[in-house]
């Protein structure tokens, strides 16, 4: 066996006896104690100010949980390197260019006619002005501020349904500004195609509609997909004018688009939440109700002043101002009131960001050229009616160029950030940063924005610190911050980013990597970084969220094993080879399993909570070929992220919607069920007889490690928390959003 240094032998001699030193947390949940704390007690009462060491912010973006050791505490994070690769920057200035121009030409065509409505009998009817500017306003918006408000990287689906929605506008701005019978067919007909188009690029394929036809998820793929061939079909049957064609036309898309309505809105109402507290009932709109009633309200007022003075410009600028934020508003609040009302939507869809793809500044130019469209619109003389057929022309080559590049650009084109990884070291008395050493690159990647591009927990040996990021890579950082060695090829893709932790076992270092980009389990010398071997597991994972539980190293049977629960299987490898020696499969525990919470073990049993049952399984019996299974328990809103933790005979556990249980760990009874608050990713912490409960936060609810609930204290730190706990000597260390606390008495 490779040693590097008595420190090293002594670590391995411990970890391989089960116990660590109770004045350090070597890695995830602690090295093998699984969330709790050696120390009898620990803090009870806290808040930003009171009993706090001190606290310390840290730079970039991370969500790992800190790691402990007797002098030090260390941290990944993340920061950004370059916003845009210069192909990606080149993309998104023509794209807001396009957008400049669309607007400028548009507010050109629509102001021409509003303060000359007695003009060229070939400018756009006058009953056309106001969605013809909403719809080039709803256009500029998305490209603008899609990206930001739908936060592509959050899932796959975000950009498909972004670019969907702008090409389908950027198309019927065709009819509006030529509304000839060519005009209505050709875009009819692009609209039709643009829903086969859409509904062969729906990511994940097939995937989309895996929860049944009727499902909400189904609903909202048939919402996206549908509407432009609906709306394309109304326009051949107005454009091609014979009866029995245009009527079967219009018929057909009356018939779908009833269809749609009443379809998503059966599943809304479906959904909709009853339950004080829960998930989707936090979404926050960015229009509210009144919003969109204030708009149309200016608008009434606006044609009141038009209808009473016909010659003043002043007035018809307002009326199609007024007609467009309406036109615009009051589609988007509805919107996000169905959003609302239902879990899958608001999960999927989280609060509203305004986060411009270019900045406010390029927001600004492209409003002022739209301004600079409308100014010389006013003062174009009517002599110069030609100059607005041409701006018809231009319109709409430009608003098609624009709806087909957004769509490429929002569908398929790379657009993360590149992104530095490091390690952080901070000094376990004072709080202060010792040093933060830059150690792996790469794109930030699609990742859920409750998730973060530095989010699994580092892992030590006293030597070594071992920092994973999914595939930027594994990285090995000496306790004075200098790069050892780097391993880049370990690719991990989901659209909810990696968050398994790495592990120590024997001389290597293993990582359990399920997703897109491959389903395998691997090991990687602690000394160079080369890998050791690397099993492909071939086992059924979560359709795009991967495998995310931390595997853990258990005696099973007499024997060192690496024990991997996946999705729907629970296996164990031998440690030198990475050979498979036994597997079970024992099912989801929940088809809402989004595989992220880690098991717990005890000496006699190895406990799985998930979000539908709970399941223990003997040790011994895993090596054969017998069901291990001694008791699984059907649960209600059961433990999806947060990890559990096993105290005096009792397993605790929390759901991701605040629902705190107890489970009796010899029969998997229900001993008492609890709603605590809101979002909990923290896995849940146990210090002496008591149980602390984190939420997303910053608030955690201490409890009593007792048969019955009983509330002890709650704390607020006011600040975003996805980490966990990590009790150490009568303190804790908490990472929130920007800060690491230490909390408890100097």
């Known amino acids: 066996m490779r040693l590097h240094g008595l420190g090293a032998t002594v670590l391995l001699l411990s970890l391989a006896s089960g116990t660590v030193g109770a004045d350090e947390w070597l890695g ?32 970039g973006e991370g969500y790992s949980s800190p790691v402990v050791t007797e002098d030090s505490v260390y941290l990944t994070t993340a920061f950004l390197v370059q916003s845009y690769g210069h192909t990606g920057l080149l993309l998104r200035l023509g794209l807001v260019a396009l957008t400049g121009i669309l607007a400028a030409l548009a507010a050109y065509a ?21 969605p013809l500017a909403a719809l080039t306003l709803g256009v500029c918006a998305i490209v603008l501020l899609g990206e930001g408000i ?55 394929g097939a995937r989309a509609f895996a929860d049944g036809p009727a499902s909400v ?53 479906r959904e909709a939440p009853d339950t004080a507290g829960t998930l989707w009932a936090e979404y926050e709109p960015a229009i509210e109700w009144w919003m969109a009633l204030a708009a149309i309200v200016a608008l009434a007022i606006a044609a009141w002043v038009r209808r009473r003075h016909q010659e003043s410009g002043a007035a018809a600028v307002a009326v199609v101002l007024a007609g467009a934020l309406s036109a615009v508003m009051a589609p988007v609040a509805l919107v996000e009131l169905v959003i609302s009302r239902s879990h899958y939507l608001a999960y999927h869809f989280g609060a509203p960001k305004l986060l ?93 924005t409750d998730n973060s591009p530095a989010t699994p927990t580092l892992v030590t040996d006293g030597e070594g610190v071992y920092a994973y990021f999914g595939t930027p890579g594994l990285a090995c950082v000496d306790t004075r911050g200098h790069v050892r060695w780097r391993c880049i090829d370990l690719p991990f893709r989901s659209q909810h980013g990696v968050a398994s932790s790495p592990i120590l076992c024997g001389e290597s270092v293993v990582v359990l990597s399920e997703s897109e980009a491959g389903k395998y389990l691997a090991a990687v010398d602690r000394g160079g970084g080369e890998i050791v071997w690397r099993t492909e597991r071939g086992k059924q994972v979560h359709e795009y969220a991967g495998t995310c539980r931390t595997p853990c190293v258990l005696d099973i049977a007499g024997r060192r094993t690496i024990v991997v629960w996946g999705y729907t299987d629970i296996s164990g490898y031998d440690p030198a080879t990475g050979r498979e020696l036994w597997t079970h499969q024992i099912g989801k525990l929940g088809d809402r399993n989004n595989p992220v919470c880690s098991s717990v073990a005890d000496g006699r049993r190895v406990y799985l909570v998930g979000p539908e049952a709970s399941m223990a399984l ?33 397993l605790f556990a929390t759901s991701d ?59 607020d730190l006011e600040e975003l928390v996805y980490a966990s706990i990590v009790p150490v000597d009568g303190r804790f260390f908490l990472r929130t959003e920007g800060s690491l606390y230490c909390i408890g008495t100097r």
């Open 356 to 448: 411009p793809m270019l900045g406010w500044t390029a927001v600004i130019a492209v409003c002022a050229v739209g301004l600079v469209g409308a100014g010389l619109a006013i003062a174009t003389r009517r002599s110069g009616a030609q100059w607005l057929r041409c701006a018809e022309t231009a319109l709409v080559a430009v608003a098609l160029g624009l709806g087909a590049g957004y769509f490429a650009y929002a569908r398929y084109l790379p657009k993360s950030p590149w992104m530095a990884r490091a390690v952080v070291c901070v000094d376990r008395e004072s709080g202060d940063i010792r040093w933060m050493s830059r150690c792996l690159e790469g794109p930030r990647g699609q990742i859920h």
């Open 28 to 59: 995830w949940r602690g090295v093998e104690r699984e969330g709790r704390s050696e120390s009898p007690t620990g803090p009870t009462e806290w808040s930003a100010t009171d009993n706090v060491a001190w606290k310390t912010a840290i730079p």
């Open 217 to 269: 998820k189904s609903a909202f793929m048939y919402c996206v997909i549908a509407p432009p061939g609906v709306i394309g079909l109304f326009l051949l049957g107005a454009g091609l004018g014979n009866r029995t064609v245009g009527g079967l036309m219009t018929g057909t898309g009356i018939g779908l688009a009833a269809l749609l309505a009443g379809l998503l809105a059966i599943n809304v109402l």
């Open 657 to 715: 919607v605040g629902r705190a249980y107890c489970l009796d760990t010899d029969s998997g009874e229900a001993v008492w069920t609890h709603w605590i608050g809101t979002q909990h990713y923290s896995s849940v912490t146990a210090v002496g007889d008591r149980i602390y409960f984190t939420d997303t936060n910053g608030r955690t609810t201490v409890v009593a490690a007792e048969r019955e609930y009983r509330e002890l204290a709650v704390n």
């Open 110 to 130: 629509v102001m021409r006619r509003a303060a000359h409505s007695d003009g060229d009998e070939n400018g756009p009817s006058p009953a056309l002005l106001i």
């Open 618 to 650: 003997d040790r011994d019996a895993l090596a054969g070929s017998e069901d291990p299974v001694v008791w699984e328990r059907p649960t209600d809103e059961g433990a999806q992220c947060a990890s559990p933790v096993l105290c005096g005979g009792l």
């Open 150 to 204: 739908m936060e592509f990287e959050r899932a796959a689906e975000r950009g498909w349904l972004t670019g969907s929605a702008a090409a389908a506008m950027a198309l019927l701005l065709w009819p509006l500004a030529r509304r000839d019978r060519r005009s209505l067919i050709a875009a009819g007909g692009c609209l039709v195609g643009l829903s086969v188009v859409v509904l062969v690029t729906v990511p994940h």
